[in-house]
């Protein structure tokens, strides 16, 4: 099956500074979604972005489908920021959503 | 976005015994669900699909007998964990994907005894 990679696997900022986080994948994928996972275990949708650019607010997003890799911006960033980052794809073959191990940020005050 | 529920958000139970989790789709309707179960410090693992009015496809090492899913309705869909015992204690969460999106529920922590 298709693997995901994500780097870096913990990331601690102070409050304030930016950050970019990636996301590789092994194959050719037709859905790749950003998560934040919060201290309470709910998983938060950031981002679908199979391709392109997205931002939203503070969060922005780059998928380079044919070098097979996302990454993650986050810009000024929050206490309220911290948790589980999560890239997961599905491969263009498949259906199932294949999750990255994540990142783990801590914004300090 | 759409909306997931499960229930209940925790259990405690005795080693044994059999637990069912509920998961619903609140604003809209699925014919397919996902089951997911997280472990301290992991990332999440897809268990099974759950899919409406027929079987549930399991992943591999996943024991069908032991993780009973039912999707009796486009809105409902639950999981039951048959004779848990302490290894099966962990965080398990469903999810939908209406259409292009996939939504998680909160999860359900699973603490057996």
């Known amino acids: 099956g298709i693997q995901v990679e994500q780097s870096p696997p913990d990331l601690i900022l102070q409050e304030g500074a930016n950050s970019t986080l990636r996301c590789n994948f092994s194959?050719?994928?037709?859905?790749l979604q950003w998560f934040h996972q919060n201290p309470w275990g709910q998983l938060i949708n950031l981002f679908y972005?199979?391709?392109g650019t997205k931002q939203n607010g503070r969060l922005s997003a780059t998928t380079v489908a044919t070098e097979r890799y996302s990454l993650l911006y986050i810009s000024s960033s929050q206490t309220t920021d911290s948790g589980v980052y999560f890239c997961?794809?599905?491969?263009?073959?498949?259906?199932?959503?294949?999750f990255g191990e994540g990142t783990q940020l801590t914004v300090n005050p | 976005g759409a909306v997931v529920s499960q229930h209940p958000s925790w259990v405690i139970c005795k080693s044994g015994t059999s637990v069912k989790i509920e998961c619903r789709s609140l604003?809209?309707?699925?014919?397919?669900m996902f089951w997911y179960r997280q472990f301290p410090k992991q990332s999440l693992m897809l268990m099974a699909t759950?899919?409406?009015?027929?079987?549930?496809?399991?992943e591999q090492g996943v024991e069908k007998d032991k993780f009973l899913i039912n999707h009796a309705s486009l809105t409902l869909s639950t999981l039951t964990v048959t004779s848990a015992h302490p290894e099966d204690s962990s965080f398990y969460i469903c999810s939908a994907r209406p259409l292009q999106t996939q939504y998680f529920g909160p999860g359900t922590r699973l603490l057996v005894l």
């Open positions: 604003d809209f309707q699925a014919t397919t």
């Open positions: 194959d050719s994928v037709n859905n």
């Open positions: 759950s899919n409406e009015g027929s079987k549930a496809t399991y």
């Open positions: 997961a794809v599905v491969e263009t073959s498949g259906s199932r959503l294949t």
């Open positions: 972005i199979p391709s």
